[in-house]
Every structure is written in C-alpha cells, then in structure tokens.
Antibody
Framework: QVQLVQSGAEVKKPGASVKVSCKAS????????MHWVRQAPGQRLEWMGW????????KYSQKFQGRVTITRDTSASTAYMELSSLRSEDTAVYYC??????????????????WGQGTLVTVSS | EIVLTQSPGTLSLSPGERATLSCRAS???????LAWYQQKPGQAPRLLIY???SRATGIPDRFSGSGSGTDFTLTISRLEPEDFAVYYC????????????FGQGTKLEIK
C-alpha cells in the first residue's frame, strides 16, 4: 500500500531554515510528482511546490519562490522540502502529497491522491 | 488568477440527510480539473473526487461530484457519522497554478 512518512515536528527561530523529509513506499517513486502543501492554524490548504520525482524538475508557488527548495533522493525514495528565512507566519503543518504526472505540453498541476501525516513546524523566538 | 469560493462556510445537518456543498471558480476551470478532499481534525486531507466527478479509490458511492466551467458540487447522499468534517475543493491543470489552488473549505457539522 502507498505510504508517505514524514519527519518529526520542528521548532525553529525566526531567520532559520527547516528541512522536512517524506519517505515514500508502496509504489514506483519516480513515476509520480511529489507536492508540498502547508496549512497554518485555522487556515486553508496552501500549495507550495512540486518535484517531478523522475527527472528532478521543480515548480514553486510564486509566494514561496526564492525561499523554498524541493529535492529528492531516488535511491531512498524520499523527497525533501527546505524553507528558509523562517518567520512566525510560517508556523504550520507541512504535508507532502503524491500527484500523478499530468502533461499538457508540459507538466501541469495535478490532484493529490496520497498524503503524508504532516509535520508541524513552529517558528518562535 | 482563479479565486475559489466554497459555500456555505458551515453546514449543519443530521445523519441520514443529504449534503450539498458548492465550489465556485472566478474563471472557468479547464477540462473539469477539480478535486474534492475531506479533512478531519488532526488528520491529513483525503482525496474524494477528481476530474469533477470521478471517485477516488475506496471512496463510498454516497459521495458524488458534478459540475463544469465555474460551478461544481459535492453531494453526500446520506450522511454517516464519519462524514462530519471539513471539505475542500482544489483546481488543477495549469503550470504553475493560477491563483487559489484550494477553496477556503466548508465545515460539515452535526445538527
């Protein structure tokens, strides 16, 4: 069965960086995209970016461009999301979510069929 | 940019009743690239519907999706106790996403 298992909760100071991992199992890792979605307390879900796990190409939300980096290690079937220059507003639960590779001339946004359990990142001085 | 607006914000119903949730987009969603998710407190979202009307694997047939263009609906035919949760719609199909990816959610609560 498909499983996405994320790393544990983090507490960071403003200005620091955080790196969250997402280990995939139960499917061919390189045949899908991995997305990162966050949810601040009481807020809607917010898409941050994706990586094509097959070729490593990435796409980021304009809101996070320059602060977020998504990478993957195919040998470990693991994706990573690093967010830098943290501020208090970045306090949220961060999810990885698998998405099928949808093509329309180029890779386009998909839906998310499996999700990790979430990682709480708290930014506080 | 696409803005997704869900209504109502909160829906109060009893088990056994029918629930109708709405998701309206400010511009047409291409190829009915719209999905619905259910989220319970402390849990990750779960995919219910994709392509506006296709049920995801393992989703009971009391959940159905319909609509096209700018107006989409999630219907739960007979509410079970486990269906009370928050529901989000998501538009997809662009690169990168244009505007809102997710709606603000509808909370379905027990009356």
């Amino acid at each position: 069965q498909v499983q996405l298992v994320q790393s544990g909760a983090e507490v960071k100071k403003p200005g620091a960086s955080v790196k969250v991992s997402c280990k995939a199992s139960g499917y061919t890792f390189t045949s899908y995209a991995m997305h990162w979605v966050r949810q601040a307390p009481g807020q809607r879900l917010e898409w941050m970016g994706w990586i094509n796990a097959g070729n490593g190409n990435t796409k980021y939300s304009q809101k996070f461009q320059g602060r977020v980096t998504i990478t993957r290690d195919t040998s470990a079937s693991t994706a990573y999301m690093e967010l830098s220059s943290l501020r208090s507003e970045d306090t949220a639960v961060y999810y990885c979510a698998r998405g099928p590779l949808l093509w329309f001339g180029e890779l386009i946004m998909s839906y998310f069929d499996y999700w990790g359990q979430g990682t709480l990142v708290t930014v506080s001085s | 940019e696409i803005v997704l607006t869900q209504s109502p914000g909160t829906l109060s119903l009893s088990p056994g009743e029918r629930a109708t949730l709405s998701c309206r987009a400010s511009q047409s969603v291409s190829s009915s690239y719209l999905a619905w998710y259910q989220q319970k407190p402390g849990q990750a979202p779960r995919l219910l519907i994709y392509g506006a009307s296709s049920r995801a694997t393992g989703i009971p047939d009391r959940f159905s999706g319909s609509g096209s263009g700018t107006d989409f609906t999630l219907t739960i035919s007979r509410l079970e106790p486990e269906d009370f949760a928050v529901y989000y719609c998501q538009q997809y199909g662009s690169s990168p996403p244009l505007g809102d990816t997710f709606g603000q959610g509808t909370k379905l609560e027990i009356k």
